[in-house]
């Protein structure tokens, strides 16, 4: 069987980010493990459960799945997962993964040990961030030379002031776009397509939201598994 490991953030995973691959891998029949950094139930962004944000379905069927999912309730702490034990690993979005799993060494060490061995990593929209700060065995950057895509500066332009406040007032510690190009990466976010899937070697990076959808469907074809009928 097929298994795969989501990395999700205690700080604010974006729901659409988490919840529509997680339920299109488990439609294919991919068994999940949820991780978190200290093993907590993962936290939902409030503004990706807000009906004015993202529309009464999605906002709805989010809050539902947070909820009731016994996977997301109770997941496993990042340090006691070992990328040799799944086909891939998942890290979805939203901005709280700035404040936890970007910045959490196991996160970032599982990142790289998926990559350097047999399985695929699918990386979304603000997780990609970690790309500025990962590292391969080698201690080189692991996204160096690497094509990808992620949450761009044009978007992120709209959301923090001046001061790179957040509307919730936290200050945002960095911006995933600069930290990625600053590391090496190739960073194309592809502004005037509607969904953005980049994949290089190992390594699956999506925008955003609107491309969750399609970042499973790809991630599923890179591990060669077909949905369900």
Known sequence: MTEA???VSEEGYWGEECVE?????????????VATPSGDPPVVDERSVDPDQVGEETAEHVKEVAENDERLNDPIPIAQADAAGYDAVVF????????????DKHARELLRDIVEGDGKALVVCHAVGMLGFARDSHGAFIVNGRDVTGFPNEWEEGIVDEQDRMPDGRKLPYWVEDEVEAAGGNWDAELDADTSVTVDGDLITARGPGSSHAAAETLLEELGVELEA
């Open 21 to 33: 691959p997680l339920e299109t891998l488990s439609d294919a029949g991919v068994e999940i493990t």
């Open 92 to 103: 979805p979005g939203g901005h709280g993964t700035e404040w936890d799993i970007n910045q």
């Open 5 to 7: 490991l989501f990395v």
